[in-house]
């Protein structure tokens, strides 16, 4: 049964991950669609309005792959971490409770508003819309990151005489401190994503000499998001989660960085492969006191290395974690340089014509995507080998009965049928980015009149 | 609180019935009472504003399900693993069919997208039936608490069932013939000319099929599940849930003769609302009944989350639902009337 646990884990990371890729589009693009409806209704300006309507119809195909790949990972609760599920169902089932009940029926009851009326119910009714799209889809981020918190962070529990947890204060749960950095890192994160998008779109009109207007608007939109999006990543929310990590779950922060043994003064390993025969950085760059310098506000403070810890309580993919990690810095820092070049060419009025700036924005478009992975890998590597942090480790949750063949078969399964609608996704919205914004336009008004 | 909990969880199930079964139905009898384009459009545009927000009723009552009884939730979803992934397939590829079936004009496209629509709406409303019969029928809860079972062995129930016997095949049937109906009587209402002609005729002679086939699954119950009648000896008054049930069965059979749209599908969702009603009043207090001994079963008592918890939960239930209900109403009385052919809205992409 040991590879069931395998299994079940590269099942759960599979959907999951495969799932994220669309809301960390939706949830970013609901603010910018919100902006758009905004300044369409008190501007008068029509032109934001056919904006919105095409980033509306790349919203619509978005969130339909993310709902249906969404159901997969609370049915998952059950189906294959049934232990987990039985032993602090009674904290998270509140958290999931309350995204059914206050967060989707809010997004799909004004999805079919936003989608199908806007002729029926006028602009008014449709800017409220697409706010009540926003709120709906940040509130579902904020129980997701809630429940995701409290497997870090586990607050507001007492264990019960049979072994369950039970939740004793829903504030408490609601106001975890772990929340305070990692939920506006996330969602900034998935402004992130649409805004890179956004501006990627725009760079391919332009540079393909096409919808000129819905260029320009595309490429400021997206790259002012962008650019603020980037800097507040790393500065406040970034350096908090990170400082965060250091406090409540040292092991992981040593891990992150590739600090093997304690040291005074720590510095920042920048590039380096992490060698787990010689615990040590291989072909390392390191920046001397800089680690102890962010985390502890003091060159010469101590940080704690791997070797301070238990070895069974490291997270049981060092490498992988330490990549993931650097990954996620790294792009981090490259989204600041690209938005930042392209902020000063936009405010010089010349962005449009700086032909290799637009390149670069237009093939940045995937690395936010591969950003916010690696940053949830970082996360949910991070927590290892913890499923609930000091609670309950990741190989007790499984589900008792269901036997490594069936977990492999149904993995197998999900890759195959994600493999299939990942093509499809990027066929669908290809085809509506090359239809372009115009052309449906005129087609609806064409249907209209018929 | 536990008690309840139940009936909230129950009637947060059978509210997803009704509601996405219509969309089901829609999908069991779409290709055939939908046959050129420009009707197969008009149809999947009766239901394209709500099935989404239908579906959500699903999770919902799954997220509270997992919030009131953790160990029923850990011990039926790992229990019934192979099935609820081939679910979690079917609902993905059934909402993807939704989604992209308009993106092209190309008729190959359109007609390869209607297929997978309609065979995973009818795939989907035979598992749901089988779902509700295993639930009777009970499942092998060891003294842990937890099960698994095969597709089938048998197919006789007895203490080591599969998830298909010839008794939840039975069910299953009957849960595609009931949305069937369901869907057809939803058509007619929203619908004209040859449409609604043939969406009427389906549920015309879905009825009979619906007859019989509750008479059967009626007649079995002594077989399967005599511990279900325990509930109705004690508290007669429950025997007002099958009969509500019957007087909708009678009640959509003169309706249908007098072509009444709007009553024939109130109808048939009091239909489904007794039906499922019926049965949770029977399986009341069990949550999963054991078939190797009784003394494994899941119930309320012993599955619950803690009362604190369960308390807790239901100050923002009420909020959150009255919500809800508030959304649900809007949407549907904005949607409501006969549907027209599209002209090109955002569906089309």
Excluded at chain 1, 82 to 95: D, M, P
Excluded at chain 1, 188 to 212: E, R
Excluded at chain 2, 9 to 32: E, H, K, R, S, W
Excluded at chain 2, 177 to 187: E, F, R
Aim: glycine content about 10%; aromatic content about 14%.
């Amino acid at each position: 049964m040991a590879s069931a646990v395998l299994y079940d884990r590269l099942q759960f990371a599979l959907t999951a991950t495969f799932h994220y890729l669309f809301p960390q589009l939706t949830m970013g693009l609901a603010l910018l669609l919100v902006y758009f409806k905004s300044r369409a209704l008190w501007g008068q300006d029509e032109h934001y309005n056919r904006v919105a309507r095409f980033w509306t119809r790349i919203f619509a195909i978005t969130f339909a792959f993310g709902v249906v790949t969404g159901i997969p990972l609370e049915f998952q609760f059950g189906t294959n971490w049934a232990r987990f599920a039985n032993y602090a169902g009674g904290v998270i089932g509140q958290t999931l409770g309350m995204e059914g009940l206050f967060a989707f029926f809010l997004e799909s009851s004004f999805l079919g508003i936003l989608l199908f009326g806007e002729e029926k119910f006028g602009p008014r009714a449709h800017w409220f819309a697409a706010l009540m799209l926003l709120i709906g889809s940040w509130l579902s981020g904020y129980f997701i990151i809630v429940t995701n918190a409290w497997m870090q962070h586990p607050v507001a529990y007492t264990v019960a005489a049979n072994g369950t947890l039970h939740v004793t204060s829903l504030w408490a749960l609601l106001t975890n401190e772990w929340l305070v950095w990692q939920y506006p890192h996330n969602m900034i994160a998935s402004v992130a994503t649409s805004a890179f998008v956004m501006a990627a779109v725009g760079a391919y009109y332009q540079l393909s000499g096409v919808h000129a207007a819905y260029a320009r608007t595309f490429l400021s939109t997206g790259v002012v998001a962008a650019a603020t999006a980037s800097l507040l990543l790393i500065f406040p929310t970034g350096h908090g989660a990170g400082r965060q990590v250091f406090a409540s779950q040292p092991v992981t922060g040593a891990a992150f960085e590739g600090v093997f043994h304690t040291e005074d003064g720590a510095g920042i390993v920048l590039v380096g492969q992490p060698n787990m025969e010689t615990l040590t950085i291989d072909n390392s760059l390191t920046v001397p006191w800089v680690l102890s310098l962010l985390v502890y506000q003091h060159a010469k403070a101590e940080v704690k290395g791997l070797d301070a810890f238990p070895r069974d309580t490291w997270p049981d993919n060092v490498p992988l974690l330490y990549y993931a990690y650097h990954v996620m810095i790294g792009l981090g820092t490259i989204f600041v340089a690209i938005t930042l070049a392209a902020l000063f060419m936009l405010w010089r009025r010349r962005l449009s014509q700086t032909t290799w700036l637009l390149w670069v924005l237009m093939l940045s478009a995937p690395f936010p995507y591969i950003a916010n992975t690696a940053g949830w890998m970082t996360a949910e590597l991070g927590r290892q080998p913890w499923l609930v942090y000091g609670l309950l480790r990741t190989s007790e949750g499984t589900s008792p009965l269901v036997s490594s063949g069936n977990a492999l078969f149904t993995l197998l399964g999900f890759l195959g049928l994600y493999a299939l609608l990942g093509l499809l996704f990027l066929f669908a919205v290809f085809h509506t980015i090359h239809k372009g914004p115009g052309d449906a336009e005129q087609s609806r008004q064409a249907g209209g009149a018929a | 609180m536990e008690t309840l909990w139940f009936a909230i969880v129950a009637l947060m199930l059978a509210v997803y019935v009704v509601l996405d079964g219509f969309d089901f139905g829609t999908g069991i009898v779409y290709l055939f009472v939908a046959r050129t384009d420009a009707e197969r459009r008009t149809v999947l545009h009766a239901i394209e504003p709500v099935w989404d927000g239908n579906e959500v009723w699903l999770i919902a009552g799954g997220g509270l399900l997992f919030l009131a009884f953790p160990r029923a939730y850990a011990a039926g979803f790992s229990g019934f693993y192979l099935a609820l992934i081939m679910v979690l397939w079917l609902l993905i590829l059934r909402g993807v069919s939704l989604g992209l079936r308009s993106h092209l004009e190309s008729p190959l496209w359109r007609e390869f997208w209607d297929k997978v629509f309609a065979l995973a709406s009818l795939l989907l409303a035979v598992v749901f039936g089988a779902a509700l019969g295993n639930l009777i029928r009970g499942v092998p809860l060891n003294a842990e608490g937890y099960f698994f079972t095969a597709f089938w062995t048998d197919f006789r129930p007895g203490p080591a069932p599969g998830i298909l016997d010839w008794y939840t095949v039975l069910m299953g049937v009957e849960g595609a013939a009931v949305l069937t109906v369901h869907g057809a009587s939803y058509l007619a209402m929203k619908t004209v000319d040859e449409v609604q002609r043939r969406a009427r005729l389906v549920a015309e002679l879905g009825l009979w099929v619906i007859a019989a086939l509750t008479v059967a699954a009626i007649l079995a119950i002594p077989v399967i599940q005599p511990g279900l009648r325990r509930n109705y000896d004690a508290h007669p008054i429950g025997y007002l849930l099958p009969l509500i049930a019957l007087g909708a069965l009678a009640g959509l059979f003169y309706c249908r003769r007098r072509q009444q749209d709007i009553a024939a599908f109130l109808a048939s969702s009091l239909l489904i609302l007794g039906l499922l009603g019926s049965t949770a009043w029977g399986l009341f207090p069990n949550l999963l009944i054991s078939s190797v001994d009784p003394a494994y079963s899941l119930t309320v008592a012993n599955a619950a989350a803690s009362p604190a918890g369960l308390r807790a939960a239901f100050a923002w239930f009420i909020v959150g639902f009255s919500l809800v209900v508030a959304y649900s109403l809007y949407i549907y009385r904005s949607f409501w009337g006969k549907v027209e052919a599209p002209s090109g809205d955002y569906g089309e992409y």
